[in-house]
């Protein structure tokens, strides 16, 4: 684990929220819920760094310099279809953001990713993009995605999931090392199947009632 480059959130309230998440008997309404209110926290912690400026504004009292967000544009891209339940939380948080997909599924054999869908902002080689998917197993997704994305021009990519297995960080901190990744939790491993353990199931399953 020590060699492993990944930033763990580990804000009591996302904890709390993972654990809920994690439990079997947590059904659809309650996932769905707690996924946008635990994307909106991570995404609190992630955008820490975001460049501010100053601007002239006045209050009822008096005029003053306040800071403002300098203008950065972001972007997010969430991974089909487990991602879409990241979006809500986090364009609450930054409502102009603009919102590119990208469509991957995990063929349940061989494990490897399928591409079926690419839609993105024109502009994704100025913005900072955020790219979400809940889940890093074998990172075979992710890494696709995030080739695929950079392909298209992006530069400045950062990754967010919830839960990652170690084997999913190393095959992104290998195949994309000028990439950060952030998670709510690095686990125990993969099993026989490619599922996360302990994990939380499969979450476009759990998010969309298709289990
Ligand atoms: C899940 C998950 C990731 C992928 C992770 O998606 O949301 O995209 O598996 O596995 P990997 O790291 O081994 O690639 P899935 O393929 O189940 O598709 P879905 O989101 O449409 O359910
Ligand atoms: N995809 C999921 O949804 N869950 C896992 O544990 C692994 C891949």
Excluded: W
């Amino acid at each position: 684990m020590q060699d492993l480059k990944v930033n763990i959130i580990d804000h009591p309230l996302v904890q709390h929220k993972l654990t809920l998440m994690r439990m079997k008997e947590t059904g659809t309404k309650d996932f769905r819920e707690l996924l946008e209110e635990i994307s909106m926290l991570m995404a609190y912690e992630i955008t820490r760094d975001l460049p501010l400026t100053d601007t002239d504004i006045s209050t009822p009292v008096s005029a003053c310099k306040s800071k403002v967000l300098d203008g950065k544009k972001v972007g997010l891209v969430p991974i089909l279809r487990a991602g879409l339940g990241m979006v809500d939380g986090i364009v609450k948080l930054i409502p102009p953001i603009k919102i590119g997909h990208v469509g991957m599924y995990r063929d349940p054999k061989t494990l490897k990713p399928v591409e079926y869908y690419c839609k993105l902002p024109t502009d994704i080689n100025e913005r900072m993009l955020i790219v979400v998917d809940p889940m890093l197993a074998t990172g075979g997704s992710a890494a696709a995605a995030l080739s695929l994305l950079k392909e298209k021009g992006a530069k400045n990519i950062i990754f967010l999931c919830l839960v990652a297995a170690p084997e999913g960080v190393r095959a992104i901190n290998e195949a994309h090392p000028d990439i950060k990744i952030y998670t709510a939790s690095v686990d125990e491993k993969l099993n026989e199947h490619g599922y996360i353990v302990p994990g939380l199931g499969d979450a476009g399953d759990r998010l969309f009632g298709t289990l």
